[in-house]
Nanobody, 122 residues
Framework: VQLQASGGGSVQAGGSLRLSCAAS????????IGWFRQAPGREREWVSC????????QYADSVKGRFTISRDNAKNTVFLQMNSLKPEDTAVYYC????????????????WGQGTQVTVSS
């Protein structure tokens, strides 16, 4: 069971990035997915989550209206489209999976991917 986050990079404020979370060794169909981030010296922060069917999505207030989470179960991948990026969005972003939506969103999901660095300059 592996998750791999990718798509990070360096952008200027106001720019966009799309992160991907690809699964291998298992199918994401039955899992809710959460995106989390951790900036240097700060605690890990929940960003967004999506139910297994994509019928339910949640966002942290800090990203609401700027970030969009989606999934393509046929590609076994979940996406996080990040627009209007701000310097305070700079962090390592992680995706995580759990069978339970509540845990995927706000708990400690069972499966974690390696992070991808997002750096936003002013």
């Amino acid at each position: 069971v592996q998750l791999q986050a990718s798509g990070g990079g360096s952008v200027q404020a106001g720019g966009s990035l799309r992160l991907s979370c690809a699964a291998s060794g298992f199918t994401l169909d039955y899992y809710a997915i959460g995106w989390f981030r951790q900036a240097p010296g700060r605690e890990r922060e929940w960003v967004s989550c999506i139910s297994s069917s994509a019928g339910w999505k949640q966002y942290a207030d800090s990203v609401k209206g700027r970030f969009t989470i989606s999934r393509d179960n046929a590609k076994n991948t979940v996406f996080l489209q990040m627009n209007s990026l701000k310097p305070e969005d700079t962090a390592v972003y992680y995706c995580a999976a759990d069978e339970k939506m509540g845990i995927a969103c706000w708990g400690r999901p069972a499966y974690w991917g390696q992070g991808t660095q997002v750096t936003v300059s002013s």
